[in-house]
């Protein structure tokens, strides 16, 4: 199956506008995050979705695949689902515009385990062992069935463990993180214009859940990668200097 990556890039983030030509060592963060997953080998293509024509100009500088997208687009997954029809691919991994560090070889074995696993969608998720990533709202939490399958995502820590007290949760249970990257099949993205936001999604804020709503299969796949987003400007200057540090 040919697999095609998108990267989404929003100009004017709510948190720290302009993150995506964000100054890192010399070049914009977006461009980062593009020569990582160039290096997937598995990818047919990969592509930039932007809404914004200085974006679209800095990519093509660099010789880089770019289309332009609506303004209105509220999510990454929404951008990209309003361009599947520009793109030739029967899967479409969408890999976050905030997260420079993102590791190749995670991504290549996402791509590769996919025809295996099976899935509409398919994401990785880590085990969470500390307590303060555990009842951290920011790191999504994950229920899975025995065969992988996401059954539920939380900002809250699930599943509960009723006989124990949170501080010893994580002796008795497994607990799974998410990283906010996705493959999805083209149908997926094709239907994506037609599905209702739902209640729970509303409620936690996660898109993930109108396609579990929706009857969708959402596959996870286990990783030890840990994602460094940029959302704020200390999370740029931490990222800055983790590529000071590998100079």
Known sequence: MD???????R????????????????????????????????????LV?????????VVESWGGNVLMTNPDCRSGTERIASIIDRVNADC???VQGDEPLIDPRMLENLVASWSVVGGDLITPVFQIRAQSDLFN????????????????????PIPYVRD?????????????????VYGYRREVLMRYPFLQECPLEKAESLEQLRFLDAGFHIQTLETNYRSVAVDTRADLEQV????????
């Open 137 to 156: 709202p920011n790191i999504v939490k994950v229920a899975r069935g025995l065969d992988g399958r996401a059954l539920y995502f939380s900002r809250s």
């Open 3 to 9: 697999i095609c990556a998108v990267i989404p890039a």
């Open 164 to 180: 124990l007290p949170p501080e010893r949760w994580l002796e008795r249970q497994v607990f799974w993180g998410h990283i906010g």
């Open 49 to 57: 979705a932007t809404d914004s024509v200085e974006v679209f100009r």
């Open 11 to 46: 100009l004017s983030s709510t948190r720290l506008p302009r993150k995506v030509l964000a100054d890192i060592h010399g070049k914009p963060m977006l461009w980062h995050i593009w020569q990582r997953v160039q290096q997937v080998q598995s990818l047919k293509q990969v």
């Open 240 to 247: 800055r200097q983790i590529f000071g540090q590998s100079q």
């Open 92 to 94: 479409v991994l969408n």
